[in-house]
């Protein structure tokens, strides 16, 4: 649990399956996984952040190799950990391998500096 007693809050740094190009791999995570995904109990909330090519490029180039970032919140600790290991969660797990190459999951704790808590 986070120090401040709310809920969990997660950030996974994604970068797409190798051989995928960025519109495949942005259809996906929208169409095809953002569903299972979305069925995870205990998942308060689920942000897809999206990266946006510049202008005239269809390929995000940001030097990190991102192409996106999901950002979930959870009940708890608890409701996160037993999240993972339902039915649906291992369901959205599995289907990582077919859109993710590299991710990086880590959890947060919001210190809000400008606006609402």
């Not at 169409?31 to 005239?56: D, F, M, N, S, T």
């Not at 600790?77 to 590299?102: C, H, P, R, T, Y």
Request: hydrophobic share 45%; no cysteine.
């Amino acid at each position: 649990m986070t120090a401040n007693g709310g809920p969990v809050r997660t950030i996974a740094l994604i970068g797409r399956k190798p051989g995928m190009s960025f519109a495949q791999f942005d259809e996906y995570w929208r169409e095809k996984h953002a569903p299972l995904a979305a069925q995870v109990p205990g998942v308060i909330r689920y942000v897809q952040r999206h990266v946006v090519p510049q202008e005239g490029a269809t390929e995000p180039d940001n030097g990190f190799g991102i192409d996106g970032l999901a950002v979930l919140e959870y009940e708890s600790a608890e409701a996160m950990d037993a999240g993972w290991a339902s039915e649906a969660g291992q369901a959205a797990l599995a289907d990582v391998e077919n859109f993710i190459g590299k991710h990086y999951v880590v959890v947060l704790e919001d210190h809000v500096v400008v606006g609402d808590a």
